[in-house]
């Protein structure tokens, strides 16, 4: 049974600051990891996806992958409160099938 | 700009009533999901498509849901009859088959049908 796991939150976190995001995989053949975005009411939309070890910055998010420790990561720097939303992380795993493992999401609350 | 439609975007119904929701998938992509999200839950894969081929529906009630793509332009997902612990919003995403990882397999989500069944 392939896991992703999050903390459900809510993780505040006040305006300006970094909000670090966490998430745990149980498959270690995984291949690819990804961070959506979820607003209230909206549907999950793709931040950003990261497949080698290390960080990938793009503008404020920063990715970091630890195939390791089986831990991905979600940086925002300079957090506004349009950031406040839920982050799911998802896992392929690989082997032929096409579908993603999704955790169940980290609330995000950037307090102004 | 492509994007995955779905309609309806909200239904709702009384239970035991059958219950209908479309995909239209962005155009070239030939994999699609159906996932149901719930607070408890979260996101449940309910049943994949590759090429319009079923690949696996082992999420989903076979008693009540079926999942079909008559053509490469729509899937369709169907609750007969429907039950209030239904009640969820329902995601249909689409992708691109094959074995490489990376950015290749993203999933573009639809804007979803929100389903109350009373």
């Known amino acids: 049974q392939k896991e992703v796991e999050q903390n459900s939150g809510p993780l505040s976190v006040p305006e300006g600051a970094i909000a670090s995001l966490n998430c745990t995989y149980s498959d270690r053949g995984s291949q690819s990891f990804f961070w959506y975005r979820q607003y209230s009411g909206k549907s999950p939309e793709l931040i950003m996806f990261i497949y080698s070890n290390g960080d990938k910055e793009d503008g404020r998010f920063t990715a970091q992958l630890n195939k390791a420790s089986q831990y991905v990561s979600l940086l925002i720097r300079d957090s506004q409160p349009s950031d406040s939303a839920t982050y799911l992380c998802?896992?392929?795993?690989?082997?032929?099938?096409?579908?993603?493992?999704f955790g169940k999401g980290t609330h995000l609350i950037i307090q102004p | 700009d492509a994007r995955v439609t779905q309609t309806p975007r909200h239904k709702v119904t009384e239970m035991g009533q059958e219950v209908t929701m479309r995909c239209q998938p962005i155009l070239g992509h030939n994999t699609v999901f159906w996932y149901r999200q719930t607070m408890m839950q979260g996101l449940e894969l309910l049943a994949y498509?590759?090429?319009?081929?079923?690949?696996?529906d082992s999420g989903m009630p076979k008693d009540r849901f079926s999942a079909e793509m008559p053509d490469a332009t729509l899937a369709t997902l169907k609750i007969q009859p429907s039950e209030p612990r239904d009640s969820a919003v329902y995601f249909c995403?689409?992708?691109?088959?094959?074995?490489?990882?990376?950015?290749?397999?993203?999933?573009?989500f639809g804007p979803g049908t929100r389903l109350l069944v009373l």
């Open positions: 995403a689409s992708g691109l088959a094959g074995t490489s990882g990376g950015p290749r397999k993203t999933q573009y």
């Open positions: 998802a896992v392929y795993s690989g082997g032929g099938a096409d579908g993603l493992t």
């Open positions: 498509f590759r090429n319009r081929a079923p690949l696996d």
